[in-house]
């Protein structure tokens, strides 16, 4: 059948070549030089940058596809538990510095590049940041990959492959503008087609009763998914794992041969265009999701393609000579779904295991609710997938009759077991039938009743799920829930993105054990008094500052003084977030700087304020925001009673990239939204790490961090979780008296100080006491004068240096805990009951 597939290998093993194998400066620039002869994808006769960067990623390229190789017979070997991590998102960040860094071969390249005429920062920086994500879930992902692969896990990664990432945003005197970012324009040397690694797809079409009662899907549309591996490369080891990404196209037989021969040429390839289109964009949701149909295709395409290809695994494993059992599966692969996203996995491992493979309901059941986890990522009610139920069954008529059974199996298990309960079913169910006009999927709820384990990303926001959200499924299943506090690599975030940093880390600690071993970095709290450290320490800071200083000024034009403190904070633009709050403090400082006595003036700290994020194209409140920081720096800057005090910097296109110069140069760094509301945060560990001070409430994994470091070492202000609902219904009663302050800054915008941009949908969202876009939802008035007096003890802070420069070290010798490999070592025994799995 031309649809099926086989992953198994060929018994005819390509014969080994000779072949200049990168392994000392002299094997690299031969590899290199190979590349550029004989997988030319230019003009032969140049070896301009570009050119230099393409060989060279090809000639890592080969390494990794050696040990992708290895670490693929190994585990077919090995047989082990296996997990499958899905995710729609993935934001990897540029690959070449970190896989010759993993590889250990940092300096044979940049010898090598050196001797063939190019310095490797160059070539480096000629990489497209692929930004197959939106914010911190996708970069999440990354970090957990780069951990599985550094810790030997059994673990592989499935994604999409979008032909356009994250748009590119521009800053013009509009605000934001959005390009398409084709991260393929050029093509990707990391990716590898898998001609061979084919599935069907299905979408539309209709379920048949056979006669033996057995429920068949057939009819409507069918393409294919076709892989494409990335190699994802663990540090000092040889393990490497793949992270799959899958691409939608449509059969060869649909090219209509008929209609290009009778003149109609574009007609022709119209259901290839068709395919073509469901991975062409990443939906740009952050928190708020747009109920599209191709988005939902996007959804099913990733389950069902990854699913087959699991199954077929799974099958491939077990040769003749280990004949498989079902009931093994769960003893040999668990799947994580990366937020609600993969749900569709559930009903897509019911579908195959019963109407492909035969079982029954029971045991299918039995093998996908022991199989699969979930992860939540976030409580903003608006922000919990929905799908209608309409569109479900028409484009999955199979998966919605099986949804349909689990939701009717659940209301009969709550009848059994827990009476008590049945009056809370309406809110339980997966199906939410509440409104006639628009009856619904509940994503979430499908996924809590069909996993084995729920978990949060942070201690808060796990406690919020168990007693708030998830609170009546929490009483049924206690032993399901359970906290998995986020982690970033230390490699990416600390080893490569500040090499000056690191190695005064390693001298101090005697060890470079530490990138593998975070939590050595306590190990550096007993220096944290020596002046010799402190000077060094202080000496890195400031190279960081200097490099991103010149980087702001290339982008902007802007010169920065980078002897002020620098303040950043960059993240997606929410209100939640609270950017709002920064700058209307900014505008504050402002004023009164303005007001100082030159005298004054002098002993006033300059400060540099950065912010960058992206806003949702049709998020029009965050974009005011962006145009509201824009508009202020305008000002600001070229005031010249204050642009030595203060500057005002929005930085363009915020991405990984940036984020690796930003985050090493900074001193104090901003998460700062209404408690309760951000899950975790992952930048605030990759900040604390880098030795920048946190201001920020107590929310998210904001609170282990402080625990971590030390409260003295935290700039803390703001409203408790716990208060926040208090606090709201005060102000709903007309109990909330606004700070003079806060008004102060409210009517010098509208004095028009900034330009006459209208604000005022955005300043209206501060008034009143309740309703839509009204009534201070965030709580920014709440929270301004503590927030403006945590600033005034960072001015304090910052004008006793070496105190800073202590607190400085003790933030990053604190950080330890928040390696994700902690993260995925924790998820590896108490989720995924894995084993490391060494290739040798
Ligand atoms: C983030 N979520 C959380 N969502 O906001 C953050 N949403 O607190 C947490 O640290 C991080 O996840 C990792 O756990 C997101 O980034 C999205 O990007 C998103 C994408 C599509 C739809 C909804």
Redesign the pocket.
Known sequence: DENSVSISESSREIPPIAHPTPEDAFGVAANIQYHAHYSPHFSPSKFEPEQAFFSTAESVRDTLIQRWNETYAHFHKVDPKQTYYIS??YLQGRALSNAIGNLGLTDAYAAALYKLGHDLETIVEQEKDPAL????????ASCFLDSMATLNLPAWGYGLRYKYGLFKQKITAKGQEEYAEDWLEKFSPWEIVRHDVVYPIRFFGEVLVESDGKRKWVGGEQLQALAYDIPIPGYKTKNTISLRIWEARSPPQDFDLYAFNAGKHINAADLQFKAQQICAVL???????EGKLLRLKQQYLLCSASLQDILARFKERRSKDKPFLWAEFSKKVSVQMN?T?PTLAIPELMRLLMDEEGLGWDEAWTITSSTVAY?N??V?PE?L?KWSQAVMAKLLPRHFEIIAEIDKQFHALVGKIRPDLEDKLSSLSILDSSNPDKPVVRMANLCVISSHTVNG??EL?SDILKKELFADFNSLWPTKFQNKT?GVTPRRWLRFCSPELSTIITKWLRTDEWVTNLDLLTGLRQFADDKQLQTEWAAAKTANKQRFAKYLQDVTGIEVDSNSLFDIQIK?I?EY?RQLLNILSVIYRYKKIKELSKGEQMKAVPRTVMLGGKAFATYAQAKRIVKLVNDVGQVVNNDRDVSHLLKVIFIPNYNVTVAELAIPASELSQHI?TAGM??????NMKFALNGSLIIGTLD??NVEIREEIGKNNFFLFGARAEDVPILRKQREEGKFVPDPRFEEVKDFIRSGKFGDYDYGPLLESLEGNTGYGRGDYFLVGQDFPSYLEAQSKVDEAYRNQAHWIKMSILSTAGSGKFSSDRTILQYAQEIWKIQACPVP
């Open positions: 729609m998102e994500g939106n914010g911190g879930l996708g970069r999440l939906y740009p949701g952050d928190e708020t999701e937020d996203h992860t990522h976030t903003l922000a997938e990303v942070a926001h986020n997606r929410h977030k939204s951000e899950a975790s945060g992952t930048s998210g994994a």
